[in-house]
């Protein structure tokens, strides 16, 4: 297939590697994405496989407790401004207090669910919202969650609401633990909680990367198989919470120091904001030259 430009542009993202490399692995691989990532992995080119989804869209992400229930929530706009907007910010709080009490099962189902005051359903209290703080914003996720006997809401958001982190500990009532491992969650961005949340398809997978890479090093064969499960034992740590070394005592793993206090973390949802979107380009110059010409 045609290698386009954007298909280029797109692989470079992912994976950091030069035009030409990545011009390359493409057309090696047939235009397919997934495999030229692994391509460049295995010629030791890229360094990571980390999906290139650009970080782009603004907002703010939030977590709200109310007794033995939480919710984490993310909503967007068009502006980084808008999320220091005193108007905008109340907005969050309000949808999260109705997710709360309302408990809709998805996003289609809480837009239309009744709301109290002025705005028949939620849809129209954020297009009212809209017109006031005027710029487009959307509800764009949720999870709701409820905390057992002997389990604990961790909660933390970075950056004002850039990022938000809810999570559950298990076997412990011990918010300040919990709120730890959030923050721990906030700034390392594990995707599982251990390794047996690791599909085997795709550990089959990197185990597969982690060998041609070996192989293209030119490590003797014999070899290669102790060394691929020594990096696979790396690859868990990058991704899974238990494996990961503590960020507030880096001798410890997450695993052993949440158990060390009794507990386990039972699950986690971490948001960025933006995370997935493509983020509206402007050029700012052009923009006001295209409104003097109006006028």
Same mark, same amino acid.
């Given at each position: 297939?045609? @290698? ?32 030229? &990532? ?13 999906? #290139? ?15 033995? =229930?939480?919710?984490?929530?993310? @909503?967007? #706009? %068009? ?9 905008? @910010?109340?907005?969050?709080?309000? &949808? ?12 289609? %189902? ?6 109290? $005051? ?7 209290? /954020? ?6 703080? $005027?710029?487009? /914003?959307?509800? =764009? ?53 251990? =390794? ?10 990197? +185990? ?8 293209? %090093?030119?490590?003797?064969?014999? /070899? ?6 020594? +990096? ?37 949802? +971490?948001?960025? &904001? $933006? ?21």
């Amino acid at each position: 297939m045609a @290698i386009t430009a954007s298909m280029v542009k797109e692989l470079r993202e992912k994976t950091g590697a030069g035009m030409m490399d990545c011009k390359k692995a493409l057309t090696e691989t047939d235009g397919d994405m997934e495999k030229a &990532v692994d391509y460049l992995r295995e010629k030791g080119i890229a360094k990571a496989a980390k999906k #290139a989804d650009r970080v782009a869209a603004e907002g703010l992400a939030h977590v709200k407790v109310e007794g033995n =229930r939480a919710v984490i929530v993310e @909503i967007n #706009a %068009e502006t980084d401004f808008v999320s220091k907007n005193e108007n905008f @910010i109340t907005l969050v709080d309000t &949808v999260a207090t109705h997710l709360l009490n309302n408990t809709p099962a998805n996003v289609e %189902e809480a837009l239309t669910q009744e709301f109290d $005051g002025d705005a028949d359903t939620l849809n129209n209290y /954020i297009n009212n919202q809209i017109a006031k703080i $005027g710029e487009k /914003i959307s509800l =764009r996720r949720f999870e709701i969650v409820e905390a057992g006997d002997n389990q604990v809401f961790g909660e933390y958001i970075h950056m004002g609401g850039r990022i938000a982190v809810l999570s559950i500990l298990e076997g412990t009532t011990d918010s300040a633990i919990a709120k730890d491992i959030a923050m721990h969650i906030a700034a390392i961005n594990p995707k599982y909680i251990s =390794r047996d949340q690791v599909s085997q398809e795709e550990v089959d997978r990197e +185990r597969e990367v982690l060998k041609q890479q070996a192989l293209n %090093e030119g490590k003797p064969e014999k /070899i290669v198989e102790k060394m691929v499960e020594g +990096r696979l034992s790396k690859y868990f740590e990058d991704i899974c919470l238990n494996d990961q070394p503590f960020v507030k005592d880096g001798d410890q793993k997450v695993g052993k120091y949440v158990a060390s206090k009794g507990a386990s973390v039972k699950l986690f949802f +971490r948001y960025e &904001v $933006g995370e997935g979107m493509e983020k509206r380009v402007d050029n700012f110059a052009e923009e006001v030259m295209s409104q003097v010409n109006k006028d």
